[in-house]
């Protein structure tokens, strides 16, 4: 199976700076590849899929970049409610997977 | 707006077989752009796709769970269900049902794509 490996696993950052958080693929995934925010006590939320393009309802303070094994997800500005935790998931191959989440933190 | 709602016992015993009903609201378990499918997540863990169903009865599932899972569906009633046998302490997770996507632009993906609507999930726990 495809193993999705995120980093880092804790990010501390300072409100309305930038949060940089890098996915990897154990082999290349092309540009099948979304992005879930997960608050505390809810379910994920479908942030971005097709490794860029935003779900519906999605501000454009998140973006997401990269094809292949390499991915990124930037959220510009962070504001109380972005800090969370971020996975990534493969929809290229089977099973499905998913990374172990990068927890953005408050600073 | 579409709306998933899982249900089911909340405490099972090692051994037996977890049975979980995903109700679709405010959309038709019927169309051809979705799958339907379950997710879990171990307490403090990351999520572990388990599979996913079409309309038709067709089924995708995780070959880690394989042997332990049935996932099935009820047009009639809008539902989907999973049943995972011979649980133990491993089993104990939040279990979330999602729509997956099919097609999505010029790519379609079998067995489904990305979630984009999940339920607010339902924590099992296996103890006796």
């Known amino acids: 199976e495809v193993v999705m490996t995120q980093s880092p696993a804790t990010l501390s950052v300072s409100p309305g700076e930038r949060a940089t958080l890098s996915c990897r693929a154990s082999?290349?995934?092309?540009?099948?590849l979304a992005w879930y925010q997960q608050r505390p006590g809810q379910a994920p939320r479908l942030l971005i899929y097709?490794?860029?393009t935003r779900a519906t309802g999605i501000p454009a303070k998140f973006s997401g970049s990269g094809s292949g094994t390499e991915f990124t997800l930037t959220i510009s500005s962070l504001q109380s409610e972005d800090f969370a935790v971020y996975f990534c998931q493969q929809y290229n191959d089977w099973p499905r997977t998913f990374g172990q989440g990068t927890q953005v933190e408050i600073k | 707006q579409l709306q998933l709602q899982e249900s089911g016992p909340g405490l099972v015993k090692p051994s037996e077989t977890l049975s979980l009903t995903c109700t679709v609201s405010g959309g038709s378990i019927s169309s051809r752009s979705y799958y339907w499918g379950w997710i879990r997540q171990p307490p403090g863990k990351g999520l572990q796709w388990i599979g996913s169903i079409y309309n038709s009865g067709s089924t995708y599932d995780n070959p880690s769970l394989s042997s332990r899972v049935t996932i099935s569906v009820d047009t009639s009633k809008n539902q989907f269900s999973l049943k995972l046998s011979s649980v133990t302490a491993a089993d104990t997770a939040v279990y979330y049902c999602?729509?997956?996507?099919?097609?999505?632009?010029?790519?379609?993906?079998?067995?489904?794509?990305?979630?984009?609507?999940w339920g607010k999930g339902t924590t099992v726990t296996v103890s006796s």
């Open positions: 082999q290349s995934v092309s540009s099948n």
């Open positions: 097709g490794s860029s």
């Open positions: 999602a729509r997956h996507i099919y097609c999505s632009g010029s790519s379609c993906y079998t067995g489904g794509g990305y979630m984009d609507v």
